[in-house]
């Protein structure tokens, strides 16, 4: 480290200043994208094959975007030091240590779930955070603490939601546009009164339109048509234009909430568009009009709209006003002094030296996410498929059963293709085994094998069976009897989920054991990596037939599991930290909220000693420090601030060259301190009080 430290002394100041900055940025990006990587691909790829999480496919753009208009303060800001909690520490070194180990701790715990994706996506910004903290300062994260918690929209919304949402609002929807159809409106260009009507197949609102030559042409409100994947994606546009408006918190927070109710009319106006489409010029014109008014074009038209009235509806500033140009804001005038005296404007931005302690912590940064990485495992269990999928024969494909393992006292045979599910569900293969007995004392257990190249295809047992149902407004035909995670193996750890249920209006019970994983397999000649979903199912005969049933279903899948070979295996230490990740992190946060609770005292108690000094101080230094105070209440006390309300108590106005060495004298004493304060993302030197009186 010290021979580094000398390399980089050999350079010119602006070169070092330069390296370090670029090094330190550098080693944020790469240390999360490193350690999440897997998660990051999983999430877009999803992404681009899946309506409901297309949205996430613009949050780097306007992620990148929102750090590009921060540019000018996050650069200010690099210099500045955190205070200190300990004599030698740094608050920011130790709340960066505390939520760089509380992500580390999730990111784990949420491997030994049944859901892991979802709780490494929710760590990444805390471990972003954390980065930030721990190479820079408390003020660079409170800059960039907007764009960092937009990362947290990656987290796709849960499917609860989304169907029970989407449920209501495609009910809605299709009331709507069936009334604006049959309405009859007097002195419109446009003919309504189509001869329409509603009705409801399979859970879904459709309207029947009937043609000129009586034919009829239906148009089914499902949930893509319900307009829940447009407020999804609006979401984060809403997010976005309310922040980057310059205005009032109330203007902001009005322009957020009409976003939304703007869109779903739009959906209902697109809907209505289809249908007198559909009427005029038959069902192919519709469905290609459907398609073409897609949820992004949706939300583009909702955004321009929005942005094109809010101007002459609330007179808000999108862009905000040009701050008027200080003449006295010249570069070449400059000395020691990185700001202008007038305005209080950044010009010059002043580094801090390199010193052994950064070179330090960016190493250790880079170290510790290199051995994130190495111990890492995948997502989801990694096996190696043991053969191939599907077999090219004479007769065309075919499926084989090496597969799958042989149990004892059962015979495995494979049943069916689901080509109409895999259509359904946008899978690459649907594939039904069945292991039957030997004896009559067992029952024949069920395999259902889903592959699909995105996680998003494979739905959850209970999430189609009940939770769809009920967002439709239909009782579910079965009703849950047990509903719990089971640790299958431990090593690699791999959860599954019993789902226990019974038919209404009958005894039959269906008892499913099912399990995600990341395997290769192989088709024809090629390996892919793919998702699959495995799924046992079975139906004892009785409520009183379950824990035998249970250890049966438990017996196949763990043979099934040893049978596909995981790759990778967890040490023992990584085991042990993600079995008690939940307790480890519970811990973390609490130690981290002690620190601050510490850290918030110890502050009060300094500025109570600090007002003890000021009583102490000259007539001078005190007119100094309460210029500055009268200052900050009334406005951005910039040095020009300073200096007028300097004039109204001394009744002489000062030189603004000597204002600024007293200023610099009297920083000495820990009474006021020289900030960098945000006006429209340019920043500008202030100072404020470090005591209260």
């Known amino acids: 480290m010290e021979r580094i430290g000398q390399r980089l002394q050999h350079l010119p100041p602006l070169a070092q200043e330069t390296l370090i900055v670029v090094m330190k940025f550098s080693v944020v990006i790469f240390a999360t994208v490193a350690v999440f990587f897997q998660d990051l691909v999983i999430i877009f790829t999803d992404a681009i094959q899946s309506e409901t999480t297309s949205y996430i496919l613009a949050v780097p753009f306007l992620l990148i975007y929102l750090i590009y208009r921060k540019r000018k303060m996050v650069e200010a800001v690099i210099p500045l030091e955190s205070p200190k909690l300990f004599r030698r520490v740094q608050i920011n070194e130790v709340v960066g240590a505390f939520l760089f180990l509380a992500s580390f701790l999730l990111y784990w715990y949420g491997s030994y779930t049944f859901t892991p994706l979802e709780y490494h996506i929710f760590a990444l910004p805390i471990f972003a955070s954390a980065c930030i903290l721990i190479l820079f300062n408390t003020q660079m994260l409170r800059q960039l603490l907007f764009p960092i918690a937009f990362l947290f929209l990656l987290v796709p919304p849960p499917s609860e939601i989304v169907y029970n949402l989407g449920a209501l609002l495609s009910t809605i929807s299709s009331e709507l546009a069936y009334n604006l159809l049959r309405m009859k409106i007097v002195g419109f260009p446009v003919s309504f009164g189509y001869p329409v009507s509603i009705t409801g197949e399979y859970g879904n609102p459709v309207i029947f339109i009937t043609q000129q030559d009586g034919t009829t042409i239906s148009l ?195 049943m069916y293709r689901d080509e109409t599910f895999e259509q359904r569900a946008r899978q690459d293969r649907s594939l039904v085994y069945a292991y039957f007995p030997n004896n009559d004392t067992k029952e024949i257990i069920w395999v259902a094998l889903e592959i699909a190249s995105v996680k998003s295809s494979l739905h959850t047992w209970e999430t189609c069976l009940i939770t769809w149902p009920l967002s439709r407004g239909y009782q579910p035909r079965v009703e849950q009897i047990e509903l719990r995670d089971v640790q299958l193996v ?40 793919k998702h699959v979903k495995i799924s046992l199912i079975a139906y004892p005969d009785s409520l009183e037939d379950l824990p035998e049933m249970e250890n049966q279903l438990l017996i196949v899948a763990t043979t099934i599991t040893s049978h596909w070979q995981p790759i990778k295996m967890w040490s023992q230490v990584s085991l042990l930290i993600s079995q008690n990740g939940d307790k480890l992190f519970t811990t973390t946060i609490l130690l981290l909220g002690v620190v601050l609770v510490f850290y918030v005292f110890g502050r009060r108690k300094e500025r109570r000693q600090k007002a003890v000094v000021y009583q102490k101080l000259s007539k001078n230094n005190k007119q100094i420090i309460e210029a500055v105070r009268r200052t900050e209440k009334s406005m951005l006390p910039t040095l020009n601030g300073i200096a007028k309300s300097y004039a109204r108590m001394t009744g002489k106005p000062p030189d603004k060259e000597a204002l600024t060495e007293k200023l610099s004298e009297t920083e000495k004493t820990g009474l006021i301190k020289s900030e960098i304060a945000n006006l429209q993302d340019e920043p500008i030197r202030v100072w404020r009080t470090e005591f209260s009186l």
């Open 490 to 529: 431990q090593n690699p750890p791999i959860k599954g989920r019993f789902f226990i249920f019974q038919y209404k209006g009958s005894n039959s019970i269906q008892a499913v054991f099912y399990w995600y994983e990341t395997s290769i397999f192989k088709v024809n000649s090629s390996s892919e990596q």
């Open 220 to 414: 089914a409100i499902d949930i893509a048509c319900s307009g829940i994947y447009s407020q999804i994606g609006f979401l984060i546009f809403a997010l976005f234009i309310a922040y980057i408006i310059r205005d009032k918190t109330w203007k902001k927070t009005a322009i957020f909430l009409l976003g939304f109710p703007l869109i779903y009319l739009l959906n209902v106006l697109r809907i209505t568009t289809i249908g007198i489409i559909g009427y005029h010029y038959g069902e192919d014109l519709a469905l290609y009009v459907f398609h073409l008014l897609g949820g992004w074009m949706l939300i583009f038209l909702g955004t321009l709209f929005i942005l094109a009235t809010s101007e002459k509806l609330f007179r808000i500033q999108i862009v905000g006003k040009q701050t008027e140009k200080c003449l006295k804001c010249n570069q070449t005038q400059l000395s020691d002094r990185n700001f202008c005296l007038e305005c209080g404007r950044i010009q010059r931005m002043i580094f801090n030296k390199i010193n052994k302690r950064t070179i330090a912590k960016t190493i250790g940064v880079i170290l510790c996410a290199v051995l994130i990485v190495s111990i890492q495992t995948p997502v989801f269990a990694l096996t190696e498929g043991p053969a191939e999928v599907i077999l090219q024969s004479t007769q065309g494909e075919e499926a084989t059963t090496k597969i799958l393992p042989q149990v004892s006292d059962y015979t495995l045979d494979f």
